[in-house]
């Protein structure tokens, strides 16, 4: 029977595997000898995964705050804040994501702060979650780095292509005042947001209202503070029925008597650069107004 | 299940292993159909009922074929083999679809939340429905036209449809039905094709070189090109596409085109490797479909399987070109609009067939696709490569315009689309989008580069062909390459595209 199983001398694949071995061996050797750069991601989903992998793997025992959030919370960059600081503000993705991240990491920082909006109707990323902690991958990715996003060959090259961004070469509040395309985005939000929520969609809300409660007792168990936080936003889309409705509803679901809310910055005149995200300029401030209140208290 | 999940990697390797175990060699069919079952099976076993009652009507009715001795009764039986499979079709797939459409003729303002029309409304699509009710139909009228046809062909009708005991008919047909490296999403395989394969497999026969060379490039296209790109193609969905530039919108298009085809032929080489890691051989689906000078030659090289099936048992049955130009023109076009519509129940996709069948009645009508490409006799003229050029890039234009309907099915969203492509030829370039769908888009193009007309009779052809120690060692590390890339590169596991169909 050994023989039937036997495979043929001149086995086919053996060369292939061969060079595939020597290819990664190579690109291993150079990630360690830090000739190939790591990448901060070529698109959303990859840095969204970046940032997590780099949380979960790169263990950081100093971490003082972590965000968990959308696409909102994402722009602010956690240099704008100070030091060991993390964002897991997911780009397409929710504040229920960057939390189960947070859950389930060996190092809890002391403060969390959770980005609490219409965005939380989007479920956690089970499949992201799931990638990271996966027994078998994380070793393989803490071990061999070249596993990781942040050295996928093509996002090296693209973003070796691209060149880092300096804050001083980034566009200033006047650039973003009055774009044709940004005015056209707002009229859309403010069309859109026009008529209240439905019930099924109210229904989808407290399902993951639900899932966050659940999320902020067991994160509060493990010794971390819960702050809940609501981005400002362009004015004219925040003063529109369905905003303000689900501001409304998701305010009483987490009441403050409860829950701890962060105060609102004083500033009212916030930018967007599409009628949701703060432009750079202004994300830099609103990062600033974090340290203030959260980290030099 | 997927291709490219955990799940299917253990199924697909338990299963190879006890197929090939010389003690089960007797029970190869069954521990595939069982196998098969599963792997159907995973994600709604609800639906397993579907494709069981499927097989259940394709075995009867098919057999009933082969066994009548009356030409009446063998058309009897195969009218009701035909008529079950697209009623099993129209039902499942199409029943929302003209549902919702005699709703709107009819005025109906409200939907009613029980009844008739709610379960119409709300059947689930069973996944692969498209592909086994369309392999049932062959088999019925395979097993029919062998009756009246030459002697080699009633000596396969014999063998395997009527000298045959029930039991092991039934098994068969399943095993024919439902095999699953193409069960899902193809390529439709032809009774007669597949029926004279099965028979017992040996471990030592296995084609090893054919099995890994599909494979390993199967994953490529679809995990590092078609699972990468779709982060890019995302953008061209509504109302993303309304912020970008008209060069990033129609760089993404374009991309899109590059990832359907490394999704779908991704999917078939998969299948194809998987067959004959099985010992099975599955037809080609794919020939370069992108050098095509031609609709008509795009379609002799774009999902092989289907147009081929829509030829047999649909377009020649109307007739084909035998009744005139008119009827002809009418043919095309009537296949291609029904041909669309198989792809997906929305109307959307009627469209695409439409403009696919138009495309190709024009073509016929000024003599466009029935030239011969200039690759056989005299070495062909820099005008020539120049003209093949041209068509070559007016075909991919073509094709390539009408996925706008694969992604964006809402009609009134495609046309936003082309709307956007005229208003924002000022709102700039996005190199974020464009860099990288060019590069993923690269393999692709490599992929059909050898095969263009100009490239056939150079020495790159030569060389590519050539058993040299060096050629052997560019293949050797071009699989050893698409090896790495698969591990280091992959992009986020999704479905095939095709499997909504």
Redesign the interface.
């Known amino acids: 029977?050994f023989k039937?199983?036997s495979v043929?001398k001149n086995?086919?694949?053996l060369?292939?595997?061969?060079?595939?071995l020597?290819?990664?061996s190579l690109?291993q050797i150079l990630v360690f000898g830090n000739i190939i750069p790591s990448s901060d991601g070529?698109?959303?989903?990859?840095t969204n995964a970046i940032k997590a992998e780099r949380y979960v793997y790169d263990i950081n025992p100093e971490l003082k705050l972590a965000i968990a959030g959308s696409s909102l919370a994402n722009i602010i960059n956690p240099n704008y804040i100070g030091t060991n600081v993390a964002n897991l503000g997911m780009a397409g993705g929710s504040t229920q994501t960057g939390l189960a991240i947070i859950q389930h990491a060996k190092v809890k920082p002391s403060i969390v702060l959770a980005e609490i909006n219409s965005t939380i109707d989007r479920k956690i990323d089970e499949?992201l979650v799931s990638t990271l902690f996966n027994p078998f991958l994380s070793f393989l990715r803490i071990t061999l780095p070249?596993?990781r996003q942040e050295?996928?060959?093509?996002s090296v090259?693209?973003s070796a292509?691209?060149g880092k961004e300096s804050e001083s070469s980034l566009a200033t509040r006047q650039d973003f005042q009055d774009t044709p395309?940004r005015q056209?985005?707002i009229q859309?939000l403010i069309q859109e947001n026009s008529n209240l929520m439905t019930e099924d969609y109210a229904e989808l809300l407290q399902q993951q209202i639900a899932v966050i409660k659940t999320q902020i007792a067991t994160l509060e168990a493990a010794g971390s503070r819960v702050i809940l936080f609501e981005l400002p936003g362009e004015p004219k889309v925040q003063e529109t029925a369905k905003y303000q409705q689900i501001h409304d509803f998701l305010r009483s679901r987490f009441p403050a008597d409860r829950y701890e809310w962060l105060p609102e910055p004083s500033r009212q005149d916030w930018i967007t650069s599409?009628g949701l995200h703060l432009i750079r300029p202004d994300a830099k401030d609103y990062g600033a107004f974090l340290r203030e209140h959260l980290l030099q208290s | 299940m997927l291709f490219t999940s955990f799940e299917f990697l253990v199924l697909a390797l338990a299963t190879f292993s006890l197929y090939?175990f010389?003690p089960f060699r007797r029970v190869q069919v069954p521990i595939l159909v069982i196998a098969s079952f599963a792997f159907y099976a995973w994600n709604a076993p609800s639906l397993l009922v579907l494709l069981i009652v499927s097989i259940l009507i394709n075995v009867l009715t098919s057999y009933k074929v082969a066994h009548s001795t009356q030409k009446t009764g063998q058309l009897f039986w195969a009218f009701w083999g035909v008529f079950a499979n697209l009623l099993v079709l129209g039902l499942f797939k199409y029943g929302g679809l003209f549902t919702r459409f005699f709703l709107h003729l009819a005025g109906a303002t409200t939907v009613p939340e029980d009844g008739l029309v709610f379960t119409l409304l709300t059947l689930p699509l069973p996944i692969g429905i498209s592909f086994y009710t369309f392999q049932g139909i062959s088999l019925v009228v395979d097993v029919l036209r062998q009756s009246d046809s030459e002697t080699s062909s009633l000596a396969l009708k014999e063998k395997f449809y009527v000298q045959i005991q029930p039991l092991k008919y039934l098994l068969n047909t399943s095993f024919f039905l439902a095999f699953f490296p193409q069960l899902i999403a193809g390529p439709i395989v032809k009774a007669n094709e597949f029926f004279p394969q099965i028979s017992p497999k040996r471990?030592?026969d296995i084609p090893?070189?054919l099995v890994?060379k599909y494979l390993?490039l199967g994953y490529f296209l679809k995990m590092v090109v078609a699972d990468?790109l779709k982060?890019?193609t995302f953008w061209i969905t509504y109302?993303y596409y309304?912020?970008l530039g008209t060069l990033t919108n129609l760089t993404l298009l374009f991309g899109y085109s590059m990832q359907i085809f490394a999704d779908f032929a991704g999917y078939s080489l998969i299948a194809i490797g998987l067959g004959a890691a099985f010992g099975y051989t599955l037809p080609q689906n794919f020939n370069f479909p992108y050098i095509s000078c031609s609709i008509a030659e795009f379609w002799r090289r774009w999902h092989i399987s289907l147009s081929t099936w829509l030829k047999s048992y649909l377009y020649i049955p109307l007739g084909g070109n035998r009744k005139g130009k008119i009827r002809t023109y009418f043919n095309l076009i009537i296949v291609m609009v029904l041909g669309g519509l198989w792809h997906g129940a929305a109307w959307s996709y009627a469209v695409w067939g439409l403009f696919h069948g138009v495309g190709l009645a024009i073509e016929r009508l000024c003599n466009l696709g029935v030239q011969k490409r200039s690759e056989t006799g005299s070495h062909p003229t820099w005008q020539q490569h120049i003209i093949e050029l041209f068509q070559v890039l007016s075909v991919f234009s073509f094709v390539t315009f009408g996925w706008l309907l694969f992604k964006l099915p809402r009609f009134d969203q495609a046309l936003d689309f082309v709307a956007i492509l005229f208003k924002n030829v000022d709102?700039g370039v996005q190199?974020?989008y464009i860099?990288?769908v060019l590069?993923?888009s690269a393999p692709v193009l490599l992929y059909h580069l050898p095969h263009y007309p100009a490239f056939r009779k150079t020495s790159v052809a030569a060389i590519a062909s050539s058993k040299t120690r060096w050629t052997t060692l560019a293949i050797?590390?071009t699989?050893?390459?698409m090896?790495?890339?698969l591990?280091?590169?992959s992009g986020?596991?999704t479905a095939f595209i095709y499997f909504q169909f």
């Open positions: 029977m039937y199983w043929p086995f086919p694949l060369r292939p595997i061969v060079a595939a020597l290819i990664l690109y070529i698109n959303q989903f990859q499949n070249i596993f050295y996928r060959p093509v090259f693209v292509l691209k395309l056209q985005e859309r599409d | 090939y010389p471990f030592r090893w070189a890994f390993v990468n982060d890019y109302p309304q912020g709102a190199l974020i860099v990288p590069i993923f050797d590390l699989f050893g390459l090896l790495a890339m591990l280091l590169n986020s596991s």
